[in-house]
């Protein structure tokens, strides 16, 4: 079981889910999520150090407010 929970959080690390999306891509899809899961999402790409996205999902941020 621990096997196949631990292959699960590979498959969705932020590393191999973005993995070849664009800039326009991801900004667009972060135009789906409301505030809160741009946040958390902004916390997961921090502790991925994944810095250029965090930028990305913060200009999403600051143009709604």
Known sequence: MDKD??????LIAPE???KGWSD???VEWCGTGDNT???NLLCILE??????LCALVMGVLNKRI
């Open 24 to 26: 326009a891509e991801f």
């Open 16 to 18: 191999l889910f973005f």
């Open 37 to 39: 899961e741009l946040i």
């Open 47 to 52: 502790q991925h150090e994944m810095f250029e």
């Open 5 to 10: 929970i631990d292959r699960f959080y590979e």
